[in-house]
């Protein structure tokens, strides 16, 4: 049984101090930009882009283009003008800024305990930075980002650390695994009540842990804690309305990731013969989306305790000829079916979610395990995406 452990950076791996570390930052890429825009016409639009990254639960948008569609028309200058200013920024001044952060007692031994067990480490950090930024902050801990499955950044993430999704958003691009998993934080609005909001088990890396936040303790007490804990006890359970739309909400985004290395002639390539092929994987989704997830969301919001059926979309792939589709387009129809299917059913009344129906394939059922089941075809779909991405 292999754990999955997400890091927080910030506070958590890294001693960042922010009421030191953002007047520097603020400050060095003001000095650095000058020559082109006036501070106080940066620093806003760089703090209302931020905010809108915050915000932003559009899974077809990654938070560097919700950003930079705010950003540069804000300040009047094109992305070709500026973009390479800001490269030079984070490749040649963003580091001295490491000045004001320490490395935190005990985040490099948990670290290399972590491999040296074979636990699967990914770095969950805010994606609102640039990914070189992260690479930096990352050594200022004394760590290699190379080492790490994941890390988060604002080129590839859709959501911020606001929203459950995010956390649905790293597990999907780990390849949704279906084994322990835990969320280790120091900030209980942040990082520890969304990561329980999507099912996760959490640890508050803190010396002040309070009841709310669960169990925590100092780095050194997580590792002592783990050598001698039932890792079965940490596996999710995202059977709630939160976790099973941070779920569904999330799939698309997973899927733009997953999908973006994929040349022409990757899509249509299957791992075996008896295998699905990459477009085949997507259309599917699309197809039941459109034809069988919406079809059973309408049928339980409008009639009363309805019977719900399940055509076989098995057969589909072959019937319709999936493999001359266009992947990228039928990705694209898939996210738009999928964002009319949670617009049908984000922010219903708790007692829908325990309307009574009958399905199919599992009988007596009720609205709330519907769903649910959605949200687990789409992560058993995308565990098939991601290990045939890893064959290109």
Not at 127 to 133: C, G, H, T, V
Not at 312 to 333: I, M, P, Q, T
């Amino acid at each position: 049984m292999t754990l999955t452990l997400l890091l927080d950076l910030d506070d958590t791996l890294l001693d960042t101090n922010m009421g030191a570390f953002i007047p520097a930052y603020f400050q060095a890429l003001s000095k650095h930009l000058a020559q082109y825009v006036q501070p106080e016409k940066m620093l806003p639009a760089l703090m209302q882009g931020t905010q809108l990254m915050l915000a932003s639960d559009d899974p077809a948008r990654t938070l560097q283009e919700v950003f930079e569609a705010y950003f540069y028309p804000k300040l009047g200058i094109p992305k070709e003008q500026l973009n390479p200013v800001l490269e030079k920024f984070y490749d040649e001044v963003f580091p001295s800024i490491g000045a004001v952060t320490t490395k935190r007692e005990g985040a490099v031994e948990l670290v290399d305990w972590a491999f040296a067990r074979g636990y699967r480490v990914a770095v969950a950090t805010d994606p609102l930075f640039p990914l070189k930024a992260v690479h930096h902050r990352i050594r200022w801990a004394g760590l290699d980002p190379g080492r790490f499955e994941l890390i988060s950044s604002f080129e590839t993430f859709h959501f911020s650390k606001s929203h459950p999704a995010y956390f649905a958003e790293v597990l999907g691009r780990l390849g949704w695994p279906n084994e322990p998993v835990l969320m280790v934080g120091n900030d209980i609005e942040r990082d520890l009540k969304p990561a329980q909001s999507l099912g996760l088990k959490t640890y508050h890396a803190s010396d002040h842990s309070t009841p709310e936040a669960g169990r925590g303790g100092t780095l050194s007490d997580l590792r002592s804690w783990l050598e001698s804990a039932d890792l079965a006890s940490l596996e999710p359970s995202m059977q709630t309305p939160s976790a099973i739309l941070a779920v569904m909400s999330s799939t698309p985004a997973v899927l733009q990731s997953l999908v973006a290395p994929a040349s022409d002639s990757c899509w249509p390539r299957k791992p075996t013969a008896d295998e699905w092929a990459l477009v085949e994987v997507i259309c599917h989704l699309r197809d039941t989306e459109r034809e069988i997830h919406q079809m059973q969301v309408n049928t339980m919001l409008e009639e009363s305790e309805p019977f719900i059926p399940r055509p076989d979309s098995s057969v589909w792939a072959k019937e319709r000829n999936y493999l001359e589709e266009d992947g990228f387009a039928a990705l694209r129809e898939f996210t738009s079916a999928r964002a009319a299917t949670l617009a049908r059913i984000k922010g219903l009344d708790d007692a829908v979610w325990k309307l009574k129906a009958r399905h199919a394939i599992f009988g007596p059922t009720h609205f709330q395990e519907v769903i649910g089941f959605m949200a687990e075809h789409d992560r058993m779909h995308i565990q098939q995406a991601w290990n045939i991405v890893k064959t290109f």
